[in-house]
């Protein structure tokens, strides 16, 4: 199968003349027909489960669009045609099912799925990963912090170790980081603790996970709060940094896919969307793609996973009014200046 980039980092112009920024696609080649996928998962990740894919379906061209959240939120409002859309912001999914962008889709894997693993028959999640801390093995040794208390302890303790230090989401720029933010909130208390520590202590922020891993990796970070732990496993060795799960809390993403409205090969989408939650397609994605598969038995094994559930309580902070008392709130916290 031979795979060719075709854009990087463009400005691309949806159906209804509202601009989107991609940052990658890539064509997978095949047959005369082309199934159409806009993704915030990298590329390199599915490439395993494109192949699976066409590998039973030799027919199919695949042209895999990656964008970050908030772009693939924007695309498929402004009603691009892709044929299925994978996101790792449950809310902003969650809205745009809620708001009539999603087409229905039933089958025996969509009815196959735990309940709090899809919504209606429009949003289905196909992998679940812990959203950790990562702590520097040079400025924790073997006593790294267990819980939120832990580390708001720590870092009133020694803030010359941690000053400038820090690396959290930027919840303005990153779907993902507002999702974990607002999921904190609602959890507890003790987040808002915590994020004032964070920010008397010159906290850096990101809006990829892949940055702050490599931000601990240097030695520049000694904390990354609220990394996707899938990426954290795949990218740190041993000895690089220790993946805390929190005791307290640890929330769960779940990632999501849905067929929106305007797809061109709907039928494609729905095939490839079954295909990921097959028992051949869960199998790949936690061998091949180091996302851990839909599993309600590791979450039973683990009382400190919370999973962020897809219901209506994800609106709440998607609603413009919420979303900007939210981040002045939380800037009021963490951006001290």
């Not at 112009?13 to 920024?21: I, N, P, Q, R, V």
């Not at 799960?245 to 305007?262: G, K, N, S």
């Amino acid at each position: 199968m031979r795979h060719f980039v075709t854009a990087a980092g463009l400005s691309v112009l949806a159906s209804l003349c509202d601009a989107y920024e991609i940052e990658e696609e890539t064509v997978f080649e095949g047959g005369a027909v082309e199934l159409s996928i806009l993704s915030t998962t990298d590329t390199e990740a599915f490439a395993p489960l494109i192949a699976a894919f066409q590998s039973t379906n030799p027919d199919v061209t695949l042209r895999y669009t990656v964008a970050n959240s908030q772009q693939v939120y924007a695309a498929v409002q402004g009603e691009a045609p892709f044929d299925l859309v994978i996101s790792s912001a449950m809310d902003l999914q969650l809205k745009l099912a809620n708001d009539g962008f999603a087409t229905a889709h039933g089958s025996d894997e969509t009815i196959g799925l735990p309940r709090w693993a899809r919504w209606r028959d429009q949003l289905f999640a196909f992998a679940q990963e812990p959203v950790v801390i990562i702590a520097s093995a040079t400025a924790f040794g073997a006593n790294p912090p267990r819980t939120r208390a832990d580390l708001i302890d720590v870092l009133r303790d020694d803030p010359a170790t941690f000053t400038g230090r820090i690396g959290t989401y930027d919840p303005a720029r990153s779907g993902a980081g507002y999702l974990f933010a607002t999921q904190d909130a609602r959890q507890s208390d003790s987040s808002w603790r915590l994020a004032e520590v964070i920010g008397g202590l010159d906290p850096k922020l990101y809006t990829t996970t892949g940055d702050m891993i490599a931000g601990v990796q240097s030695g520049e970070l000694a904390i990354a709060y609220n990394v996707l732990g899938s990426y954290a496993s795949q990218r740190l060795t041993e000895g690089d940094a220790i993946i805390i799960e929190a005791l307290d809390f640890t929330h769960v993403l779940l990632r999501t896919a849905l067929i929106p409205r305007t797809a061109t090969r709907s039928d494609l989408g729905a095939s490839f969307l079954d295909f990921l939650l097959s028992e051949e397609g869960q199998r790949l994605i936690e061998d091949e793609t180091g996302l851990p598969r839909i599993n309600e038995a590791a979450l039973a094994a683990g009382p400190h996973l919370r999973p962020i559930r897809l219901d209506p309580g994800l609106l709440v902070f998607v609603d413009p009014l919420m979303r900007q008392q939210f981040l002045n709130e939380w800037t009021a916290a963490v951006v001290q200046d």
